[in-house]
């Protein structure tokens, strides 16, 4: 009985957030409530709902200061120089270019929100691509290569896996620091070969010259997102900013502190810093609180649907019946297995429903086997809604890249699957490599 009411709950919790009959917020709290009425366990929901948001509470507050910190660093400007300096020196050689449109795409997807980073990159170079001739389609692809690969602490996949799993977004991301170097070697490298055959192709093998300053446009871009007032801007802190910015990342990266706190700390500086008068202060919160509390309200009831779904048993019922379908030599290489295949996952699964929705029977799964369950959390990073959402059907971003590069969606799909794919193979192969998994 509890196996299949697992079952159906897991399943119907798929149906439900991959035909967008409801919002994932409803699902996460409505389907698991109505297994544990149908278990005849609705006197432990609200147990099992606080223990399952205390969980996830850490993760919840960490994502909102973590929106707030770089919504503020975008305010004061702090990577409209930075930014500049791409632009100016990726000059007129297509090579150059789109090894710059990584680059930049990778300094804006800084925030975590891939709608921003396709919104800044793709308008600001495509006048440069397309005075050269270039191909769009290249264009798409490199800066979906830099902003999948470029998973943080602080982006949806890792704080969803996270949150699924109960573990600390550090544990998670600190022992792929060397793994995303790899993919971010790979990126740039791959964007130059690309940029490289486009030169061959148009005969530009020497044109040089010119600079991002011939392209007003991609400066205002940056320098004033999302309808930004200039008066928020503060170029004379911008070193402060930096080193601020350069902190808070360090004492992520390293574990030092828990990621809330840091973040809590960091935003508290920056608005004290940049806006010291408190109406600046509420303003600035006020701007990016529609973002932060979007996702949090997913987070709060995905800790409802975990808490339910493990306070009633039923995913150790669940799991232990996979178990018996999984070949006795293939438990110990879930995570390989698993990360290998993630990047396909993406067409196939949304975030939510991956990561609150079959991440964890996986993880119990490959328990059996003794395999922790950060492995099947790091080995989903390494491809699922990361190197796989700038191309997924599920995700707004696809149709965004596409629109915005001015090519059909199928196009940009064919020519960057490969890819995005590689990517998230090469890291797979670079996590085996330096022990993250067992071979």
Known sequence: MLVVVAMATLLLLLAAILSNRVSPLVALILIPSLAAVVLGQ??????HVIKGIGQIAPIAGMFVFAILFFGIMTDVGLLAPLVGGILKLVGRRPSRITVGTAALALLIHLDGSGAVCFLVTIP???PLYDELGMDRRVLACTASMAAGVNFLPWTGPTVRAAASLKLSVSEIFTPLVWVQLVGLAFVFAASWYLGHREERRLGLRAAEGGNGAEHPNALAAIAAPHGGDPANLRPHLFAANLLLTLAVIALMVSGVAEPVVVFMLGTALALALNYPAPAQQRARIEAHAPAAMLMVGVLLAAG???GIFNGTGMIK???GASVALVPESFGPHIPVILASVAMPLSLVF???SFYFGVLPVIAEVAGHYGVAPVKVAQAALLGQMTTGFPVSPLTPATFLVAGLSGIELGAH??????????????MTGAAVLFGVFAA
């Open 42 to 47: 609705a006197g432990a929901i609200p147990d």
């Open 124 to 126: 600001a170079l495509r």
């Open 304 to 306: 409802a649907f975990t």
């Open 317 to 319: 019922a669940l799991a």
């Open 350 to 352: 949304d975030p939510d």
């Open 413 to 426: 799909q064919r020519f960057s699957i490969p890819w995005l794919f590689a990517a998230s193979l090469v």
